[in-house]
């Protein structure tokens, strides 16, 4: 396949309709990476068109969900067999390590084999309708045409969180996904083409929000928007939708609370506050970017914390010695270094970061690990989602405290809660205003899991059967047995 032609629309590779192309650079060192074509409004027409077609034809979602599972396992095996290719490519667009890369494919592979395996389990409802001459049921059908809008963070792995269900469900679909990291969805196109994804089901539209995501989220022929990236995005999108009523789900930013007690096993809850916060270097929806720690333990747990986020190694996807990455792009540093900019003026401390690391990364978009302490609640790193290697610190005095400071943000995506007291840990759990709560852990997720968040993280949930409900409407089907005159009005013969 050329460089260029890497939009696939009704089973065709084709470059754009203006020959327009971007340039990827790796955002580790800057290098260039490929050329690809990006795509405009009348790219997205002819997809859009592809996948209405495909769809109103009736054989993708006439093909009977168990078949269509199979696909999604063959996808599943695909991905674990190219799994090199695939983990190299995205860390190439992303910067991320390369066994970051690689954890993350096992991830996809995993996703597409949940919903392979959840496709056809579903043979809808009987519903008592109080009466033995009435069959009623609910049956399950897709909900047609989905633009599926994905960020650059995760981009394979968000990507199949929509794909794998939008497929599963016997929808077709565009995808767009972030114009910063396209290879992985190229390969994973191709990749349903080879497993047998019918010409117009699946298509890829390559390009930035404003020219090929928004007249994806305008079209009159898409039934639903699936987004995954920023809150103002998603603002954007949930607006443009609705002005067709079409279906939206919104994956959205996150400013989360880890919650450290006094009691928690001091070790774990240290080295996973590193993670939560540095992982990928912070560019994570989940990133517990919010440490909320028991004033009684803040200098001991803080000083650790300080001492070793000192000692992460910044480095290249293929460096074995780096432990974290740059950031995805020069823009983007730069917002980050605004943001702690502005946290220090408005009276955060910085303790150790807060600048471009010096040296031999200085090619890469790198960023120094960052802990600012002693902040307080209003102020805009305590709000704002920085998507950076920037943790806040917090602290409160008894269980109460820590719920109602966990829980005062507009977002609502995840938390963690370290204690070796199981029952505060639940209850406080239960008391937590967020999508995902770990106890004594941070970021893991599972494909059977429903994941999404509260307030304005966003609408809807992916993956686990909910995941597999957002591609579907319930349709009523009732069947009376015994037709007969209602009497509702008279027969007035021929008057
Ligand atoms: N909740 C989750 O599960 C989750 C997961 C990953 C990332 N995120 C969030 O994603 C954000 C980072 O990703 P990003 O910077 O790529 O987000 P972004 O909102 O800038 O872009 C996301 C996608 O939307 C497209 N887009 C931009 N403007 C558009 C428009 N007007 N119409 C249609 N599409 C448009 C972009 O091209 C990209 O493909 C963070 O806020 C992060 O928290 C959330
Ligand atoms: C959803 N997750 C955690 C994989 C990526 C968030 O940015």
Known sequence: MPDTQTLYIDGQWQAAADGATREIHCPANGELVASVSEAGRADVDGA????????????????????????????????????????????????????????????????????????????????????????????????????????????????????????????????????????????????????????????????????????????????????????????????????????????????????????????????????????????????????????????????ELVRRAKMIRLGGPFDPRAETGPLISAAHREKVSAYVQRGIQEGAVLRCGGEAPSGDLENGFYYLPTVLDDVKQGMSVVVDEGFGPVVTVETFDDEDDAVRIANDTKYGLAAGVWTQDAGKSQRVAGRLRHGTVWINDFHPYLPQAEWGGYGQSGIGRELGPTGLDEYQEAKHIYHNLRPAVTGWFEDGGDQ
């Open 48 to 303: 859009v068109a592809a996948a209405r077609r495909a769809f109103d034809s009736g054989d993708w979602p006439g093909t009977p969900a168990a078949e269509r599972g199979d696909v999604l396992l063959k996808v599943a095996a695909g991905l674990r067999a190219a799994k090199d290719e695939f983990a190299h490519a995205e860390s190439l667009d992303t910067g991320k390590r390369l066994v970051e890369s690689e954890i993350d494919m096992d991830d996809i592979a995993n996703c597409f084999d949940y919903f392979g395996k959840l496709a056809g389990q579903d043979a809808g409802r009987l519903v008592d309708a109080g009466s033995a001459d009435v069959v009623s049921r609910i049956v399950h059908e897709p909900v047609g045409v989905c633009a599926l809008i994905t960020p650059w963070n995760y981009p394979l792995l968000q990507a199949a969180w929509k794909v794998a269900p939008a497929l599963a469900a016997g929808n077709t679909f565009i995808l767009k996904p972030s114009e910063l990291t396209p290879h992985t969805a190229v390969l994973l196109m191709s990749l349903l083409e080879n497993c047998g994804v019918p010409a117009g089901v699946a298509n890829l539209v390559l390009g930035a929000g404003a020219e090929a995501g928004a007249p994806m989220t305008e079209h009159p022929d898409v039934d639903m928007v699936s987004f995954t990236g920023g809150f103002e995005t998603g603002r954007h999108i949930s607006s443009a939708a609705a002005l067709s009523v079409k279906n939206v789900a919104l994956e959205l930013g996150g400013k989360n609370p880890n919650v450290v007690f006094a009691d928690a096993d001091f070790d774990a809850a240290i080295d996973n506050a590193l993670n939560a916060a540095f992982v990928h270097s912070g560019q994570v929806c989940s990133a517990g970017a919010r440490l909320v720690v028991e004033k009684s333990l803040h200098d001991k747990f803080v000083d």
